[in-house]
């Protein structure tokens, strides 16, 4: 199901993957090792992840709407929908990772503000 959802979703998916797997690396190395410039990295990563599924996002429903005028009058408009509905994974994959990648610093947010109690 997974790579159905992927395949899908077309060439806009790949730099929205990769950015997105950079993104959680780097909120699991804040997680880990507390730095704070993995944090501004992960952020940064995080708004490329967005950039990434909204430019495939908008390329996908541009593409689609170029060349609904091409099939005949009964299929252009579910093929439109079809058509905008596999351009939205784009968007739904970088959400996804911004929410696991989140959810990852949140992690390191918490062991930063918890005391250790082997200090005492």
């Known amino acids: 199901m997974l790579a159905k959802f992927y395949a899908d979703g077309g060439y806009g998916m790949h730099p929205t993957a990769l950015f997105g797997f950079f993104m959680v690396v780097a909120a699991a190395l804040y997680a880990i090792r507390g730095e704070s410039r993995y944090a501004r990295i992960s952020g940064l990563l995080g708004a490329a992840t967005f950039a990434a599924g909204l430019l495939g996002t908008f390329t996908g429903v541009a593409t689609s709407i170029r060349f609904v005028d091409q099939l005949p009058p009964e299929k252009q408009f579910i093929t439109l929908c079809y058509g905008l509905e596999e351009s939205l994974h784009n968007v739904i994959l970088s959400l996804v990772l911004i929410v696991l990648g989140c959810v ?10 918890t005391p250790d109690a082997t200090a005492a």
Not at 104 to 113: E, L, S
């Open 104 to 113: 990852v610093a949140a992690v390191g947010v918490f062991r930063a503000r």
